[in-house]
């Protein structure tokens, strides 16, 4: 079960979104394994990309990425509107903390670009960047919606790792972007939804036997909580080999006679780690 349940509380002055992931990050890891540190970011920035993403109407594609300099240089997410993920992660591991790192340890001083670009109206492109900061990522999110939002957000990441196995997921709850209801009563109910968002504890969030429509009701059930129904999501990756020929035919000649290795070119999707290999020509 890997799905997005949204909700809202006190008649429409917060929304939120319950995520649980129980297989999607072994369906993406199963492609390609990182060290524990990398795994566990991925984790988070998953499922931060898809509380995100499931804000916004789009019908293109949802792209979260971290862009660092320090062990991690890149970490891309993107989601398309009908909940198809896909990730890819680029480091040096010889330069890797081998604790638990601050986001700082991990990404040197680095960018969290949030880009929206939608499939219909392709002018339609909305950017949202913000400077990493604090010390997790769920931190840096809360404070770019503070920041250039203005709204006021608030998260919360579970993460449980067995035997190379990670089940992951989170809550989030937010104030409506609108005039709705004064400012005060707007971050009084906004205050109780996050002590009520920290009680939950996370052997409640994993536990088997009580579903997210059980754990929200436990938690908002006094603040008029309304439960829309559930999205699910996918690991899917959209490379094909069009889309490689394609590439193949902007590189000059020289280009490709430099990529030539025992009479083949071969080319690793970044996202999904499958490789295409082409003969010479094979591309025309
Ligand atoms: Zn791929």
Not at 13 to 32: A, E, F, P, Q, T
Not at 78 to 83: A, F, K, L, V
Not at 150 to 179: A, C, N, R
Request: charged share 25%; net charge negative; proline share 2%.
């Amino acid at each position: 079960m890997n799905i997005i349940l949204p909700f809202i509380l006190n008649d429409g002055l917060l929304r939120g979104r319950y995520v649980k992931l129980s297989s999607l990050m072994n369906d993406i890891l199963c492609h390609r394994r990182h060290p524990q540190l990398i795994e566990r970011i991925l984790a988070e920035a998953v499922t931060i990309g898809l509380m995100l993403s499931s804000f916004l109407k789009y019908d293109g594609l949802f792209t979260l990425q971290i862009q660092g300099q320090g062990p991690v240089t890149l970490l891309v997410v993107d989601i398309t509107g009908d909940g198809s993920i896909r990730t890819s992660v680029r480091y040096d591991e010889a330069l890797l903390p081998k604790q638990a790192a601050s986001l700082q340890e991990i990404f040197g001083s680095g960018v969290l670009v949030f880009t929206v670009d939608q499939a219909v109206q392709k002018e339609e492109r909305y950017q949202g960047i913000v400077e990493l900061s604090g010390s997790s990522l769920a931190e840096a999110v809360e404070r770019y919606f503070q920041a250039s939002e203005q709204i006021l957000t608030h998260l919360i990441l579970f993460s449980k790792e067995l035997d190379g196995s990670i089940q992951t997921g989170g809550l989030i709850v937010q104030m409506m972007p609108s005039d709705k209801g004064a400012v005060e009563q707007r971050s009084d109910a906004f205050e109780t939804a996050c002590v009520l968002a920290d009680s939950l504890r996370k052997a409640e969030f994993f536990d088997e036997n009580l579903s997210a429509e059980k754990v929200l009701f436990r938690l908002y059930h006094a603040d008029h909580l309304l439960l829309f129904p559930a999205k699910s999501v996918r690991f899917a990756c959209r490379c094909s080999s069009e889309k490689v020929k394609k590439m193949l035919r902007g590189f000059s000649s020289q280009e490709l006679e430099d990529m030539y290795q025992n009479g083949e070119i071969r080319v690793d999707c970044q996202f999904c780690g499958k490789t295409y290999c082409f003969k010479k020509g094979e591309w025309e």
